[in-house]
């Protein structure tokens, strides 16, 4: 005998669960709340993003063009940014002594890191009019950073004045890491005279060093977000990888070589996050035939 089909029967409705009009107005009430708060916030988003873009221009425009020439000495430059705006910057002034190269990383990253960078490139140019002595003006930018009340902000600072004409380079590093110089002959040279972190005492001294850039010489300076990149086992690039990879490309423009080591860099860090801004000058002297 065939069995029926079982069709279950419907429970009735509950008055009690029927949603009212009152109800329906509500939620309708609500749902247009929230949709309204969402639009806002996409508006406060991309307001705040179109703001940092235009920070970032500003900062662009501040620091020296990518490629620089002044007779026999090419200038390269590069700065990638951990986040929107970076806290590093490299300025070149022009003045009757000479070049004056100012290569600076604020401590910290991000938006409160790079606020400062244009205080900072301001002081440097304004101290930078008065005198040419590099030691003089890395003293006045550490005066004029401590006269900041309550916060003020701990940066590293490499400043060299360039005579393009005789090859004499004079430089100070407020804390910077230090500067590499490679000779044409494959010797490698340090330098680190120059004193403490700028804004770190009111009245820290620095010292001058100077080096004479010779026929296929070249100067490497960069920021520690170099340096301390970090590939996926936790090993930082380092100072050693980064003398490795200066002289692997010694040869080369200075345009060549900053890509080079920029690349080398990011191969090494592969598909782990940079951690703090990278910054990298080239500065080469042509060699004479």
């Known amino acids: 005998m065939a069995q029926a089909?079982?069709?279950?029967?419907?429970?009735?409705?509950?008055?009690?669960?029927?949603?009212?009009?009152?109800h329906r107005t509500v939620v309708r009430e609500s749902r247009e709340h929230l949709e309204a708060k969402l639009a806002a916030l996409q508006k406060d988003y991309a307001e705040l993003h179109t703001a940092i873009f235009e920070a970032a221009q500003v900062h662009r425009r501040l620091c020296a063009p990518r490629q620089l020439h002044y007779q026999d000495f090419e200038i390269a430059s590069e700065i990638f940014a951990v986040r929107h705006l970076p806290g590093d910057f490299f300025t070149v002034e022009e003045?009757?002594?000479g070049v004056i190269l100012a290569l600076g990383d604020i401590c910290g990253k991000g938006l409160a890191a790079g606020m400062w960078t244009t205080h900072l490139v301001g002081l440097v140019r304004a101290n930078t009019a008065r005198t040419s002595a590099v030691e003089e003006i890395v003293s006045a930018v550490n005066r004029d950073i401590c006269l900041v009340p309550l916060v003020r902000p701990l940066a590293s600072l490499f400043l060299a004045n360039l005579n393009p004409e005789t090859g004499k380079l004079d430089y100070c590093s407020a804390g910077h890491p230090p500067a590499f110089l490679l000779?044409?002959?494959?010797?490698?040279?340090?330098?680190?005279?120059?004193?403490?972190?700028?804004?770190?005492?009111?009245?820290?001294?620095?010292?001058?060093?100077?080096i004479q850039l010779n026929s296929g010489d070249m100067l490497l300076v960069y920021s520690d977000g170099i340096i301390e990149s970090r590939n996926q086992s936790g090993e930082e690039f380092s100072y050693a990888r980064l003398k490795t990879q200066l002289r692997n490309a010694q040869t080369e423009s200075a345009d060549a070589v900053l890509f080079?080591?920029?690349?080398?860099?990011?191969?090494?860090?592969?598909?782990?996050?940079?951690?703090?801004?990278?910054?990298?000058?080239?500065?080469r002297r042509a060699a004479q035939p």
Do not use: C, H
């Not at 490698?188 to 004193?195: Q, R």
């Open 5 to 22: 089909a079982f069709t279950p029967a419907l429970a009735p409705r509950r008055p009690d669960l029927a949603v009212s009009p009152r």
């Open 260 to 283: 080079s080591v920029l690349g080398a860099v990011q191969d090494f860090a592969a598909t782990r996050p940079l951690e703090d801004d990278m910054s990298l000058v080239v500065v």
């Open 95 to 97: 003045t009757n002594d």
């Open 183 to 210: 000779r044409a002959n494959g010797v490698l040279e340090s330098l680190t005279d120059g004193g403490l972190l700028l804004g770190a005492i009111e009245d820290a001294k620095y010292a001058r060093g100077s």
